[in-house]
């Protein structure tokens, strides 16, 4: 699925399941949470501590996603046409410095 289909299939689901959507605040407060979650399986799983190790990182990436489309349908964002902006861009700029990081061979 594109992100395109992505940011549809969110506002169907919320139009449908979810009532309205929370409100940008709201939902910037639950990405928060979302990605804290991630970094704790992160640091669990790849750092030295040894819980959460069975948690599921999938869904808990797939958590920040769904946010992510949320306040991008809120705000009025096409973030597919962001994403491959971006990328353009980062592929402009960062092919031949990330080839030439000696840190990176």
Do not use: P
Request: aromatic share 6%.
């Amino acid at each position: 699925m594109d992100i395109q289909n992505a940011q549809l299939a969110v506002d169907k689901w919320i139009k449908e399941h979810g009532v309205r959507y929370f409100n940008e605040l709201t939902n910037m407060a639950q990405l928060t949470e979302e990605v804290g979650e991630v970094a704790r399986i992160i640091a669990r799983r790849y750092g030295e501590q040894e819980s959460d190790k069975n948690k599921d990182l999938g869904e808990e990436l797939a958590d920040v996603v769904f946010v992510v489309l949320c306040l991008a349908n809120q705000t009025g964002i096409d973030l597919q046409a962001s994403f491959d902006k971006k990328l353009d861009f980062k592929t402009e700029r960062d092919h031949d410095r990330h080839h030439n990081n000696k840190k990176l061979k």
